[in-house]
């Protein structure tokens, strides 16, 4: 965000009260979360013991809530044993959610598909007894590396059914990041298509599948291939299989496999502070509990609705809020498959129009874009099926926050803007539609059973309502993070070495304003924020420094528009390249960078250097680096600085 931005987050002072109408039918209302909230803060075992109770279907009930003994290696209903596929999909069909649609599919270039709880479950199992025909087992990896196309939501459960740790790789990242996930999780089979549509192109899925694979130290045993495109591809007779193949060939039943609450369902992989991304690890019963329990609160979703999540399965938000609470919950999802303004910028609200979808959810990079294309767009179509909209992602400057409210929810609906992260599996602090008053840029307050606070350097609760600090968390949730996938160290460091491990460490800033209400205001790591997506600084300067043309390369994010961060990296060429056509070489590392990350990843902006300005101790003095990429004033004392020059080098 830009300083202007901030500023008017911090100078925000509208108030939207909750609508009457909203209240009234809403699935918390103000007494309901009062209570929620004293019993969380008095009973903790007893309030998340009930809520785990009520809402999962257990095939053997748990006596103990938290096991803290190895804190902060939580676990939770850790005596309990759970099917999470049965739990989306099985435990509905004996009611009338059984002929209900699970899923509504649309495809870029129209065509619909319905899939309903009782088809889903089939396919579900199918693929499940697919996947134990390979040999695939309790505790074994699988990557699906897949469009955004039912299959993938399939693959997903299917894996839950017979207890395999999916890891979903995003479609748009490439096939080097693809390759890392693979061996860094040993998976021994991997699922894709032969390839996805995205803005009328065809996304080569396998054919980055075969280089993942080539370039893998590890080798997966199978690769499924679904049939998306029909371009050809290269199949290796033994290792590639069609899905349509073995779809043919596979009964239909499989019994699902009962695991231990704290068996991980899934693994998924996210930037920090250092080059490699770190595989976050969540669990079976604790993930599944607090992805429905948000999922019902938040979007208060009832049995009619329609409810759209725009965000891929390769993202947290994805697996969270397409698959796990909605489908637990017995929603009808709705589902596409393509880019928002293809063909036009009409795209999504012909598509909320035509479903009529009730409950639409998205990020503010999406909502931005749009919203500069013009009123227009919006006002063609009939968006009065909408009641509710929320937001995920970034923290959401209030002008986007108002034409959302104003152009989309017609001032009907309540936003909820949702702070959480890949590593907390569910909303943490939210507005609930039905209590909570609205301030635009605020995600406002925790959800019951959540206790962030905000502390300084030296862990001290601030009291102030003006400064920011660490936002950390002072209690475990069933929904947090378990691990980092084969690194127990780097899980203990990165969340909560800081404060001696009292604290779950966020990464983020917030302050905290006189009405208890929540302001993020950026992360305090190097990590950017592009798109709603993170990218750690290291992992593009990593990438960079692989080039042969590069000798040394530092990245920093600036504002932008649209994306919030745009990406400017500041490179230092090899001697033996330095006479080259500067512009032709830039162009190259940008290519160079969305090969190794995925085209998310790709810089802005390349500026050459001679040297980069790094303090005497060798530090690269990043500060300076964001001021000159802003296109500040330097006003930083440079005199630390071990090459002053370069700094005028650089502003020029
Ligand atoms: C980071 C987490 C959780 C799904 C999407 C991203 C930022 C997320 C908000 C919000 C302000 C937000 C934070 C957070 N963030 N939602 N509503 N307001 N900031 O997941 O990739 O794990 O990123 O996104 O900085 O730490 P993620």
């Given amino acids: 965000m830009s300083g202007t931005q901030i500023e008017s987050i911090l100078t925000e002072a509208r108030t939207f009260p909750v609508p009457e109408e909203f209240a009234r039918q809403a699935n918390m209302d103000q007494a309901q979360y009062e209570a929620l909230c004293r019993q969380a803060a008095e009973n903790p075992a007893e309030f998340w013991g009930k809520l785990a109770r009520d809402h999962l279907h257990w095939d053997k009930p748990f006596n103990q809530v938290l096991d803290d003994s190895q804190a902060p290696f939580y676990k939770w209903f850790s005596d309990g044993e759970l099917n999470v596929s049965v739990n989306c999909l099985d435990r509905h069909l004996d009611s009338p959610t059984r002929n209900k649609a699970a899923i509504i599919w649309e495809s870029e270039q ?74 860094d999780t040993q998976a021994r089979l991997l699922i894709t298509a032969d390839g996805g549509y995205r803005a009328g192109k065809v996304v080569p899925l396998k054919h ?26 290269n199949m290796q007779s033994g290792r590639d299989l069609w899905w349509h193949d073995l779809a043919a060939k596979a009964q239909v039943d499989c019994a699902p496999l009962a695991v231990n609450a704290e068996h991980p369902l899934l693994i998924l992989y996210t930037s920090g502070s250092t080059g490699k991304p770190k595989g976050i690890v969540h669990s079976s019963g604790g993930y599944l509990l607090w992805s429905l329990l948000t999922t019902h609160w938040v979007f208060d979703l009832k049995p009619t609705d329609v409810y759209w999540c725009t965000a891929d399965i390769g993202w947290i938000t994805g697996h969270s809020y397409v698959v796990y609470g909605p489908l637990a919950l017995g929603a ?96 943490m602090i939210s507005p609930l539609p039905g209590v909570t008053p609205l301030k635009p840029g605020s995600c406002t307050r925790p959800l019951p059973g959540i206790f962030p606070d905000i502390v300084d350097e030296e862990g001290e609760i601030i009291q102030s309502t003006e400064a920011g600090g660490y936002l950390v968390m002072t209690r475990p949730w069933p929904g947090m993070l378990r691990t980092v996938w084969g690194d127990e160290a780097r899980y203990i460091e990165n969340y909560w070495a800081k404060f001696n491990n009292r604290f779950y460490v966020a990464g983020d800033s917030a302050h905290r304003d006189m009405d208890g209400y929540y302001w993020i205001m950026g ?56 006479g080259e056509d500067m512009d032709a070489l830039a162009q190259t590392l940008r290519a160079h960078v969305a090969d190794a990350i995925g085209p998310i990843a790709r810089p802005d902006e390349i500026r050459f250097t001679d040297n980069l300005p790094k303090t005497r101790s060798g530090k690269i003095m990043r500060r300076l680096l964001r001021a000159i990429a802003r296109g500040e004033e330097i006003t930083q004392d440079t005199s630390t600085l071990e090459n002053e020059e370069t700094v005028r080098q650089l502003e020029r």
């Fill in 110 to 183: 129209g065509e619909v598909v319905t899939l309903t709880y009782a088809q889903l479950h089939r396919e579900v199992s199918r693929f499940a007894a697919t996947l134990q025909d390979l040999g695939i087992h309790l505790g074994d990896r699988v990557a699906i590396y897949m469009p955004m196309v039912p299959e993938a939501v399939i693959a997903m459960l299917a894996c839950a059914r017979i207890g395999a740790i999916h890891t979903v790789v995003f479609g748009g990242f490439s096939a080097e990041a693809l390759k890392d996930r693979i061996e």
């Fill in 208 to 233: 980055n599948a075969d280089q993942a694979l080539s370039r893998s130290s590890h080798a997966v045993e199978h690769m499924i291939v679904f049939q998306r495109t029909g371009e050809e591809v």
């Fill in 332 to 427: 009808t999802v709705f589902m596409y498959e393509g880019a928002p303004t293809y063909p036009d910028a009409g795209r999504f609200w012909d598509m909320i129009e035509h479903h009529r979808v009730n409950v639409f959810y998205t990020a503010p990079t999406a909502i931005r874009a749009l919203m500069k294309l013009g009123d227009e767009w919006p006002n063609r179509y009939d968006l009065s099926s909408l009641r509710l909209l929320g937001t995920v992602g970034e923290p959401i400057n209030p002008e986007a926050w108002m034409w959302y409210y104003k152009v989309i929810g017609k001032e009907r609906c309540p936003i909820a803007d949702t702070w959480w992260q890949t590593e907390t599996g569910g909303h």
């Fill in 523 to 578: 992360r305090i790591d190097d990590v950017l924020n592009v798109s709603g997506h993170r990218l750690g600084t290291m992992e593009i300067e990593s990438a960079l420094v692989a080039h042969p043309a590069v000798a040394e390369a530092a990245v920093v994010g600036r504002p932008h528009e649209i994306k919030g961060e745009a990406i400017c990296a500041f490179v230092v060429l090899r001697q033996s390249h330095a």
